[in-house]
């Protein structure tokens, strides 16, 4: 009985000198760490789905600042139109929108084409195809254009070259707007949020 405890005092000795001997060595020195390795596209580029006015928006090199936001709603789905200005007066709108993946569309206004309303349009050389059309509710931020809330009919259409065309009628505002759309990836766009004040 005498020789166990020895064995389990001599056992419990070794394990506490191997626990103490362990805290007292020097942690291993961290190595090189990748700074971009577990950010994601947003974290780099900024994320589009919070543009607001005052952000500035750089899409293959051209700097555009955003001048004010549509938030959309249709059902349960929503999305967010982005009115874009450069310093030489260009303007533009940015659609981004999640269905299921993010989609980023740059819209130029395109006076001259003709009317909405059948299945197929023929613009530019291209034929476009209606993908879809409905009534969505929107809401105007900072300087849109239109009134601070609405309701908008559109009809958008899509060529074999995945180019868009849209149509825009904003009824009580008295706005309509036809425009063709290219849609962006990602990468091409930088977005500096304005600073919180």
Same mark, same amino acid.
Do not use: C
């Given at each position: 009985m005498l020789v166990l405890l020895i $064995? $389990?005092? $001599?056992v419990a000795g070794v394990a506490l000198f191997l626990t103490v001997r362990k805290k007292n #060595?020097? &942690?291993? &020195?961290?190595g090189p760490v990748d700074p971009f390795a577990d950010k994601d596209s947003d974290a780099l580029r900024g994320d589009p789905r919070t543009l607001k006015a005052g952000d500035i928006v750089d899409i293959f090199g051209e700097t555009y600042t955003v001048r004010g936001s549509l938030r959309l709603k249709e059902g349960g789905y929503q999305w967010s139109e982005? !009115?874009?200005?450069? &310093? %030489? =007066?260009t303007r533009r709108w940015l659609s981004v929108e999640e269905d299921p993946d993010l989609e980023l569309v740059l819209w130029t206004e395109t006076p001259g084409v003709?009317?909405?309303g =059948?299945? #197929?349009? *023929?613009?530019?050389?291209?034929?476009? %195809?209606? +993908? #879809?059309s409905g009534r969505a509710q929107y809401v105007s931020e900072a300087t849109t254009g239109l009134t601070p809330s609405g309701s908008v009919a559109y009809h958008d259409y899509v060529a074999?070259? +995945?180019? %868009? !065309?849209?149509? *825009?009628?904003? =009824? #009580?505002?008295g706005k309509k707007e036809a425009a063709v759309g290219q849609v962006l990836h990602r990468s091409a766009i930088m977005i500096y949020p304005q600073s919180p004040n």
């Amino acid at each position: 009985m005498l020789v166990l405890l020895i $064995v $389990v005092l $001599v056992v419990a000795g070794v394990a506490l000198f191997l626990t103490v001997r362990k805290k007292n #060595e020097p &942690a291993a &020195a961290p190595g090189p760490v990748d700074p971009f390795a577990d950010k994601d596209s947003d974290a780099l580029r900024g994320d589009p789905r919070t543009l607001k006015a005052g952000d500035i928006v750089d899409i293959f090199g051209e700097t555009y600042t955003v001048r004010g936001s549509l938030r959309l709603k249709e059902g349960g789905y929503q999305w967010s139109e982005h !009115l874009l200005d450069t &310093a %030489r =007066g260009t303007r533009r709108w940015l659609s981004v929108e999640e269905d299921p993946d993010l989609e980023l569309v740059l819209w130029t206004e395109t006076p001259g084409v003709p009317a909405a309303g =059948g299945t #197929e349009i *023929e613009h530019d050389g291209k034929t476009f %195809r209606l +993908d #879809e059309s409905g009534r969505a509710q929107y809401v105007s931020e900072a300087t849109t254009g239109l009134t601070p809330s609405g309701s908008v009919a559109y009809h958008d259409y899509v060529a074999a070259d +995945d180019t %868009r !065309l849209s149509f *825009e009628d904003f =009824g #009580e505002s008295g706005k309509k707007e036809a425009a063709v759309g290219q849609v962006l990836h990602r990468s091409a766009i930088m977005i500096y949020p304005q600073s919180p004040n």
